[in-house]
């Protein structure tokens, strides 16, 4: 890598960790940073997993205290996420490099748009609770994560967002509540994916450790900078870089 790639990347991975902690969405900074930076797409994908796990760990710990309340039903969750996991990162590793670089942008898009319209995923969300005990995690649930799971190991861009709708929708809770439960899976889940793609996959190892790093500083800046900066600006932002980059990779 070059100094100025090096440079790039950490930046990217700043903002990723900082967009994650405000908004959610900051693969679509760090992921298309690292295809500019001259990695294959599914090298690109399998090492911003293990570079952007670290936030999840660090976000979780944030939470410990709503955590320990819902010990079972993460427990009862962990499989379904874990299987789903395993499924995602074994179908990604075996997808052909030419039929990845082809979807990506359509998975880009995907992303983008579930981040342009979170808000209305959740005032949806809030308008379709269905009154159920917290402590339960119906057969639905379990299959619902086992989706999420799959599509979190794959790309995993706007997994929080997907997870948190389905949370509000199928195990309606206090929202904070419901925030930590999807950090944790959102943790389980890449955990598991990035177990996977260091035994199995392409991950460049140095660009992953420094943007790592890079991506825990911009997370801790991103808690504190939460209360001062607009989270609908910073989705605009966030949403108009990822179809732009999507845009360009559909061109190439």
Same mark, same amino acid.
């Given at each position: 890598?070059?100094? /100025? ?7 990217? %991975? !700043?903002?990723?960790? &900082? ?33 952007? =796990? ?17 010990? $079972?039903? @993460?427990?009862?969750? #962990?499989?379904?996420? @874990?299987?789903?996991? +395993? ?11 030419? &039929? !990845?670089? #082809? ?11 579930? /981040?342009?319209?979170?808000? $209305?995923?959740? %005032? ?5 609770? $269905? ?13 619902? *994560? ?8 794959? !790309?995993?861009?706007?997994?929080? @967002?997907?997870?948190? &709708?389905?949370?509000? @929708? +199928? ?15 959102? /943790? ?6 990035? +177990? ?8 460049? =190892?140095?660009? &992953? ?30 949403? +108009?870089?990822? *179809? ?9």
């Amino acid at each position: 890598m070059s100094l /100025l790639e090096v440079l790039g990347l950490v930046a990217a %991975a !700043f903002a990723a960790g &900082a967009v994650n902690a405000l908004a959610g969405g900051g693969s679509l900074i760090s992921f298309p940073a690292l295809v500019a930076a001259g990695y294959p797409a599914k090298t690109a994908n399998v090492t911003n997993t293990v570079a952007l =796990w670290p936030g999840y760990v660090g976000g979780s710990f944030g939470y410990r205290e709503l955590l320990v309340p819902q010990r $079972r039903t @993460i427990a009862l969750l #962990a499989g379904s996420s @874990i299987a789903g996991a +395993v499924a995602g990162s074994a179908i990604l590793l075996s997808t052909p490099e030419s &039929a !990845f670089e #082809a979807i990506v942008p359509f998975l880009i898009l995907f992303a983008a748009l579930l /981040l342009a319209v979170q808000t $209305r995923i959740a %005032a949806f969300v809030a308008a379709h609770r $269905r009154p159920r005990p917290p402590s339960e995690a119906p057969l639905e649930l379990h299959a619902a *994560v086992f989706v999420l799971a799959v599509y979190g190991a794959y !790309f995993g861009a706007g997994l929080g @967002i997907l997870t948190l &709708a389905v949370l509000g @929708i +199928v195990l309606p809770d206090d929202l904070q509540r419901s925030n930590a439960l999807k950090g944790v899976l959102s /943790l389980l889940i890449n955990a598991v994916a990035v +177990v996977y793609f260091a035994a199995f996959g392409p991950v460049e =190892w140095p660009p &992953a450790l420094v943007m790592a790093l890079a991506a825990l500083t911009g997370g801790y800046a991103g808690a504190h900078l939460a209360r001062q900066l607009s989270p609908r600006l910073l989705r605009t932002a966030v949403v +108009v870089f990822s *179809v732009v980059a999507a845009l360009v990779l559909l061109v190439r």
